[in-house]
Antibody, heavy 117, light 110 residues
Framework: EVQLVQSGTEVKKPGESLKISCKGS????????ILWVRQMPGKGLEWMGI????????RYSPSFQGQVTISADNSINTAYLQWNNLKASDSAMYYC??????????WGRGTLVFVSS | QSALTQPPSASGSLGQSVTIYCTGT?????????VSWYQQHPGKAPKLIIF???KRPSGVPDRFSGSKSGNTASLTVSGLQAEDEADYHC??????????FGTGTKLTVL
C-alpha cells in the first residue's frame, strides 16, 4: 500500500528538542519531494519546507527558515522535521505530504505536537 | 510568500452549488497552471480533490470542479451533499519548487 506513516503525538517542554518522522512505503521514496505542513488549531495549512530525498535538496518557507530543520534518510525511506528549541507557539498538528508533479497526492495522518511547561 | 486569500466561510443548501474563491498574485496563481484544492474533514488529513486548476483525481466526484482567471482560482461544488461539509484549502505553485497555501474556507451545508 502506498502510504506515509508519521510518528506519534509528542508532549514536550519549552526549550526541548524534537524530531518527528514521516516514513514512505509502497513507492520509490527518493523520487518524490516530501512537504512538511503546519496546522495550528482552527487554522489553515502553512507550507513549511520541502525536501527531495534523492539529493537532499531542501527549500524552506521564509517563515520557517532557521526555526526548523528538514532532513531525510533514503536508506529507511524517512523524512524528518526537527526543532532544537521548542516554544509553546510550536504546538500544532504537523503533516507530511508527497508532491506528485505540482500537487500533493499523498498525505500522512499528522503528528500532534504539544509544547507546555 | 503571503498566503493566498480565501473567504473564512461559505455555505449552501443541500443540492445547491457553492463557489469558493482563492486569490493570489501574478507570482503564484497568475503565473502557473498549478492550482490544487484539498478537502479536510475535522480531525482528518487533507485530501486532494482538484489539481492543475481543473483536473480531478480518480474517485473524486465530478460535482467538484475548478477554474482560474488571472490571479484568482475557484472551486465549485455542485449538488451539495452533507458529506461535503469540510474545510477547503487551495494551493498554488510559486516557483523554485515552493508553493503557497490559501487561508482555508469552512464550507457549511445547510
Amino acid at each position: 500500500e502506498v502510504q506515509l506513516v508519521q510518528s506519534g503525538t509528542e508532549v514536550k517542554k519549552p526549550g526541548e528538542s524534537l524530531k518527528i518522522s514521516c516514513k514512505g512505503s509502497g513507492y520509490t521514496f527518493s523520487n518524490y519531494w516530501i512537504l512538511w505542513v503546519r496546522q495550528m488549531p482552527g487554522k489553515g495549512l502553512e507550507w513549511m519546507g520541502i525536501i527531495y530525498p534523492d539529493d537532499s535538496d531542501i527549500r524552506y518557507s521564509p517563515s520557517f527558515q532557521g526555526q526548523v530543520t528538514i532532513s531525510a534518510d533514503n536508506s529507511i525511506n524517512t523524512a524528518y522535521l526537527q526543532w532544537n528549541n521548542l516554544k509553546a507557539s510550536d504546538s500544532a498538528m504537523y503533516y507530511c505530504a508527497r508532491r506528485k508533479d505540482w500537487h500533493f497526492d499523498l498525505w500522512g495522518r499528522g503528528t500532534l505536537v504539544f509544547v507546555s511547561s | 510568500q503571503s498566503a493566498l486569500t480565501q473567504p473564512p466561510s461559505a455555505s449552501g443548501s443541500l443540492g445547491q452549488s457553492v463557489t469558493i474563491y482563492c486569490t493570489g498574485t501574478s507570482s503564484d496563481v497568475g503565473a502557473h497552471h498549478y492550482v490544487s484544492w484539498y478537502q479536510q474533514h475535522p480531525g482528518k488529513a487533507p485530501k486532494l480533490i482538484i489539481f492543475e486548476v481543473n483536473k480531478r483525481p480518480s474517485g473524486v466526484p465530478d460535482r467538484f470542479s475548478g477554474s482560474k482567471s488571472g490571479n484568482t482560482a475557484s472551486l465549485t461544488v455542485s449538488g451539495l451533499q452533507a458529506e461535503d461539509e469540510a474545510d477547503y484549502h487551495c494551493c498554488s505553485y510559486a516557483g523554485k519548487n515552493k508553493d503557497v497555501f490559501g487561508t482555508g474556507t469552512k464550507l457549511t451545508v445547510l
